[in-house]
């Protein structure tokens, strides 16, 4: 990244001009100051201690430097907001988020290494958060250190807040509600998860709040709200109640109306890496999820959300 100094910002050492302004960690300081042209003022090399003058151009070496093994392919993938610090995808199903057994070529980190590989742009993958293959929607991607180090740092603060959209078996009530209900994983599989007690030695707090957006024809419409984010959550949770999330077939059971569970991630909000600016991001849902949701919503779910945005909902 890079800086041109001002005349407020004249006199101030490049150590007091990164407190200053960025939100650098001590751990990251250390890394430019020890890379090679970690830190550059008009080309030249320069200490934490270098005193900035106005006009002076200062570069910070916080890009990656070394693409990580993962092999470019050109995948659809649609990008919903990006700058040199970071990317938001709106993942679709089907589509895993990184390489895994029996997936080394079809993931939202191949379609990643094959855009920035295109561009001539070291990439190394660094998810903030993940998803399930199955669960569409919206990824958050820091593309260097120090980005990955700060978003990291707000997601276990707890300042990065998601939204999902489920469709439910059932018509679930009330209208709004918190799961507070901890998990585990099964004693049969490594994959698998259930609600156990708090008292249980593997257990993990996890807490979910939702409200119902519309009910009908066995079927309901919510929103959710991971507090948490333990594997498998919204899926487990939601069981849990005796609604399940339609197509679940590993907490519930397939439908003969969607090909995979219906969960989308909806919402993201995050503080900005460097300018702390509150970021939302908001990807509509891919047309497997429109289609079920015509099933039994008394008007288009784009509609529906434009009704309720404008005072609706009571």
Request: net charge neutral.
């Amino acid at each position: 990244m890079e800086f041109r100094i001002t005349r407020k910002d004249a006199g101030k050492t490049v150590r007091e001009f990164i407190t200053a302004y960025l939100p650098i960690s001590s751990k990251m300081l250390k890394y430019l100051k020890y890379r090679e042209n970690g830190i550059c003022v008009d080309g030249v090399r320069r200490t934490v201690r270098y005193r900035l003058s106005e006009g002076e151009l200062l570069f910070l070496a916080t890009e990656d430097t070394e693409s990580a093994p993962i092999l470019p392919v050109d995948l659809p993938l649609e990008i919903l907001y990006e700058d040199e610090d970071l990317v938001v995808p709106a993942k679709g199903a089907q589509m895993p988020t990184h390489p895994s057994h029996d997936h080394y070529g079809d993931t939202v980190a191949n379609a990643l290494a094959f855009r920035y590989a295109n561009m001539g742009v070291p990439f190394v993958f660094r998810p903030i958060n993940r998803l399930d293959r199955n669960t569409s929607g919206l990824l958050l991607i820091a593309r260097n250190k120090m980005a990955a180090g700060r978003l990291s740092r707000a997601m276990q603060e707890g300042v990065i807040r998601k939204s999902y959209l489920a469709v439910l078996e059932g018509e679930l009530s009330p209208d709004r509600g918190v799961i507070d209900a901890p998990l585990h994983r099964t004693a049969q599989s490594i994959i698998v998860r259930e609600v156990c007690t708090i008292d249980t030695p593997d257990a993990e707090i996890a807490k979910t709040e939702y409200r119902v957006l519309a009910r009908g024809g066995g079927f309901t419409l919510v929103q959710a709200f991971p507090i948490t984010g333990r594997t498998h959550q919204l899926r487990v949770h939601f069981a849990h109640l005796g609604h399940p999330i339609v197509g679940d077939d590993l907490y519930g059971s397939p439908s003969p109306y969607i090909a995979r569970h219906a969960l989308h991630a909806h919402t993201l909000t995050f503080p900005h890496p460097v300018t702390q600016e509150r970021m939302e991001v908001c990807a509509p849902p891919p047309e497997d999820f429109m289609l079920l949701t015509e099933r039994f919503l008394p008007c288009p779910l784009a509609d529906f959300f434009k009704e309720r945005s404008q005072g609706h909902d009571g």
